[in-house]
RNA sequence: GCCGACGUAGCUCAAUCGGCAGAGCACCCGCCUUGUAAGCGGGCGGUUACGAGUUCGAUUCUCGUCGUCGGCUCCA
């Protein structure tokens, strides 16, 4: 079943270390040296500038950027005089294929500042970039560098571009059944949502034709597996435009889901010392104010609504309302650590364009939990979230994700990021001392902390390849002082307590879209939102196959009777595009036997047994939450 | 939010150059009484996302709105 296949997951980190995403390079530099030394990469930043070059013939006065090499593939970023048409994609592709085959060698010419600047006199993108390696500390895409960088150039046929390589020796090795041009999109100047939207355009490329095909197959096999195809599909939540983007309607199939995964979380939390809480949906503005959430976090509220005078917010989390209730009595050191723990309904104002299935979502359900602590408990305390997590990607079966430990950059202090820089470096050293401890691998990242902290996040991958935050574990060093939190130390001293803020399981949405795709639809028998469905041969059998059913339900498993009138055959096809972990099929021996027979969804059987047997079995794996059927 | 593409029945998709909007599945009604991935027949189903415009005539061309998709930005 491919359990585990991913197309791009856990991609190779120069999907994020590259053009312009300087957040993961610290990630990217401690796994990227191999792919960058390899000859796919010289083939695909090689392709990058024929495509630069055959975009140029037929846009001369077009202003070119950077163009460098991705996960499968590469793109180059163009300022163009107008808009890219899929027409032109197809010229642009058939141009490159003649420029490859023309055999031009790339030729690398190191040069100075100044004449770069000559060279590019035209190109006021590639002036910038001159101007920014001669100042060093960054390379061409933006990428933090120790030394001053030499400048160089690389040259075939027509076209020069500014670039460090490193190239193939000749455009021959690029086979021309060996790339395709994907997609064109928009991209912004150095990745800033301030500068100017360019248009750029990905490619794919490969050894040879048949690595390509390969590849395109298996965009198809990820498209199967897209949460947002089967969760229509396996009926398990809905859009709907008059409700609203962002806004998912949970079928009911979806509804067990969930109820399942609270059902999990609980159990896992109550064994923990957590404790239970609720909380309102609503609350006025100054419990914001006081958070600290609204000059940081606003513009992802949902604008207030006024009501006598009184402005209330949705809330967008529910930490400050666990705060208050921490600060609801006086705590001792001796009531620490407090757990308080509830799957809280939130809402973020996330922009259009941001929204992604069930994965980004604006309502949504956390699987959230506030853990006050003391200084000393806490990388105890911090790790026990961790040991958590671990259980669930156990239970799971998910292998493939990244621990990043997020960091504060500098230069975000006082804006994104709480100014106090002494007690960033100081948690950040206690959840890099935790981690390491503990013998847990992670990556940091600089610049991708919480306001109030660093954070260690369980990064996924999305079926189509798109990366993820799944579970979050966050220090916050800074909010339970505004919120004048304090216990009494053993000396009798008053105290503030760190916050952990931790979602193991995320959110509800994100964490079945992810599962969705994860299993491919098919859950293992406690998640199904169906386990088991009898299907009667002919009509004979049907009070028998209901009768069945009855006691399957009186034994807490989830099933249902096929009475439709359809031949048998086809109920089980339904059955299995349902994936419908057990089918039960009772046919006139096995009623006069008093019998079943059961076919399992990959597609195994075991003919006249007796139900009981049945029974025990998918007791056996509900039970256990197992990952066999 | 930005750039681009797209929006036809519940679902998946057709519809020539601007000329009466179609199929399969699903659903409903029958027939068949069936042994491990689709039995057969009939029926229902549409303001072609919504609103303007051009035109004798718009699913088709233009503009706007909404939504979806691919990216960017951003994130549980």
């Not at 890219?84 to 500042?113: C, N, Y």
């Not at 500390?137 to 075939?156: A, C, T, V, W």
């Not at 979602?503 to 994100?510: G, V």
């Amino acid at each position: 079943m491919g359990e585990n296949f991913y197309l791009t997951s856990p991609p190779s980190p120069l999907l994020h270390g590259e053009g312009g995403e300087r957040k993961d390079a610290k990630m990217a530099q401690q796994v990227q040296e191999k792919y960058e030394e390899s000859h796919l990469y010289r083939i695909r930043h090689s392709a990058a500038h024929i495509m630069a070059q055959a975009v140029l013939e037929m846009f001369p006065e077009a202003k070119y950027t950077i163009g460098p090499p991705v996960e499968n593939g590469f793109y180059y970023d163009f300022d163009l005089p107008r808009s890219l048409t899929p027409e032109d994609l197809e010229a642009i592709e058939k141009r490159m294929r003649q420029i490859v085959q023309g055999k031009h060698d790339f030729i690398k010419k190191v040069v100075s500042a100044d004449e770069a600047r000559q060279i590019f006199k035209d190109q006021p993108y590639k002036l910038e970039l001159i101007d920014g390696l001669e100042q060093g500390g960054f390379d061409e895409y933006g990428n933090p560098l120790k030394e001053k960088p030499e400048i160089s150039i690389y040259q075939h046929d027509t076209f020069v571009d500014l670039c460090r390589g490193p190239h193939v020796a000749n455009t021959r090795e690029i086979k021309p059944d060996a790339f395709k041009l994907m997609n064109v999109a928009g991209a912004y100047w150095r990745g800033d949502e301030n500068n100017k939207q360019l248009q750029r355009i990905y490619g794919t490329a490969w050894e040879n034709k048949q690595q390509l095909e390969e590849y395109l197959h298996q965009l198809e096999e990820a498209k199967k597996r897209d949460h947002r195809k089967l969760g229509k599909e396996l009926e398990i939540f809905i859009f709907d435009e008059e409700v609203g983007p962002g806004l998912p309607l949970w079928l009911p199939n979806g509804g067990v889901m969930i109820e399942e995964l609270e059902k999990l979380a609980k159990e896992m939390e109550e064994k923990a010392g957590y404790v239970r809480v609720r909380t309102p949906h609503l609350t006025k503005e100054d419990l914001f104010l006081r958070s600290g959430h609204l000059p940081y976090y606003a513009e992802s509220m949902y604008p207030p609504m006024e009501l006598e005078g009184v402005k209330y917010y949705v809330k967008p989390m529910n930490c400050p309302f666990h705060h208050k209730i921490f600060g609801s009595k006086q705590r001792s050191y001796r009531d620490l650590p407090l757990r308080l723990a509830e799957y809280g309904t939130c809402y973020r104002y996330e922009k259009s364009g941001e929204l992604f299935g069930l994965m980004r979502v604006r309502s949504m359900q956390m699987n959230d939990s506030h853990i006050y602590v003391s200084e000393e408990l806490f990388e105890q305390e911090f790790m026990g979230v961790v040991d958590l997590y671990r259980k669930y990607f156990d239970l799971f079966g998910i292998e493939k994700f990244v621990m990043r430990l997020s960091l504060h950059s500098k230069a975000g202090l006082g804006k994104k990021y709480v100014d106090n820089e002494r007690l960033w470096l100081k948690t950040e050293e206690m959840v890099r001392r935790a981690m390491t401890n503990g013998g847990v691998p992670f990556v940091e990242a600089e610049d991708e902390a919480a306001f109030y902290g660093p954070k260690i996040d369980v990064q996924i991958w999305s079926a189509i390849g798109r990366e993820f935050s799944l579970a979050t574990n966050q220090v916050d060093f800074a909010v339970p002082a505004r919120f004048d939190l304090k216990y009494i130390n053993k000396d009798g001293q008053e105290e503030v307590p760190l916050c952990i803020h931790r979602a193991p399981l995320s959110t509800h949405e994100r964490m079945i879209g992810f599962l969705i795709e994860h299993y491919a639809g098919a859950f293992p028998v406690w998640l199904s939102p169906e386990q088991a469905r009898v299907i009667p041969i002919t009509d004979g059998q049907n009070e028998y196959a209901e009768n069945i059913a009855k006691q399957l339900r009186a034994n807490g498993i989830r099933a249902s009777a096929d009475l439709s009138s359809q031949r048998m055959n086809a109920k089980i096809r339904d059955a299995q595009m349902m994936k419908v972990p057990y089918m039960i099929v009772v046919g006139k021996n096995e009623m006069e036997a008093g019998q079943i027979s059961l076919r399992v969804r990959d597609g195994s059987q075991q003919n006249n047994i007796p139900l009981a047997e049945f029974i025990a079995r998918a007791k056996d794996r509900i039970a256990r939450r197992a990952k066999e059927l």
